[in-house]
């Protein structure tokens, strides 16, 4: 695998070992899973307004070339592929792919997994009218490169979509204390602190990267009913982010 400047090794190890659990909700990513219902409503409100959809269309993003950066089993890629996109779905930890080319395979999805990095797929030249990083940057040696590379992906008038924790001292102790530590939801270790990112300097960086940072929303977890919420003021744990690449024509 080339272009590997912003993986970080340790982090890449974690997810391997935990890579046949991928399409088990009640298995290690159970989180993910349950986070996902509240992912997709933004990304797809997102999607629908910046590329003018229409969601009730049968396959409203048909035409679209979207990349699922960091795309593990295929939570995120199999809804992309339902919805009419042409998916890539790319990441740095080669066990996971399989788990989802299997499942797509047996879901009757065309989606083309790719053991691979965005720089790599920079380099290369892909361009994409989405690209989806989705709880990852707290996972890179170096965020702002990540960045960079992700931006590059994205062709003008496209889509960066991301999501990440915030460094707070609330994230903490929900994050990392209680569904690491007391609760047992996520295996210890699973998140560092010191590597979440505040939603300011997440939208400096994509300024950095020539995007410009269109929305933010918070995602709320609400652990009596154990569902998340959109939150327009909340961002002081979970939280999502786009910002744009201005089309040629402006």
């Known amino acids: 695998m080339t272009g590997a400047a912003t993986v970080d090794a340790g982090e890449v190890a974690k997810f391997d070992a935990m890579a046949e659990e991928w399409w088990d909700p009640q298995g290690k990513f159970r ?5 996902t219902p509240c992912r997709l409503d933004y990304i797809t409100a997102q999607i629908a307004l910046e590329h003018d959809r229409d969601l009730r269309a ?22 992309m592929a339902r919805l009419g996109a042409s998916v890539v779905g790319a990441d740095a930890a080669d066990t ?13 999805l065309q989606i083309d997994y790719r053991h691979t990095t965005a720089e790599a797929l920079a380099a290369e030249g892909e361009r994409f ?47 990392i204390v209680g569904a690491e ?10 998140h560092d602190w010191r590597k979440f990112q505040p939603p300011e300097s997440v939208s400096d960086m994509l300024r950095a990267a ?6 933010r929303k918070g995602m709320v977890f609400d652990p009596l009913k154990r569902s998340w919420s959109l939150s327009p003021r909340d961002l002081s744990v979970n939280y999502a982010i786009t910002a744009s690449r201005p089309s040629a024509a402006r």
């Open 31 to 35: 989180p993910l899973h349950e986070m």
């Open 96 to 108: 996971a792919l399989p788990v989802a080319r299997r499942h797509a395979e047996t879901s009757a």
């Open 210 to 215: 020539g995007l410009d940072p269109v929305d």
């Open 181 to 190: 530590r007391i609760l047992r939801w996520l295996p210890p270790g699973t």
């Open 129 to 175: 009218d989405v690209v989806l990083a989705m709880e990852l940057i707290e996972h890179v040696a170096e965020p702002q490169c990540f960045v960079d590379a992700c931006a590059a992906l994205v062709a003008p008038g496209g889509l960066l979509i991301g999501s990440t924790l915030n460094k707070t001292a609330k994230s903490y102790a929900l994050a």
């Open 58 to 79: 049968p396959s409203p993003f048909a035409g679209l070339r979207l990349l699922d950066i960091g795309c593990g089993g295929g939570l995120l890629s199999e809804p």
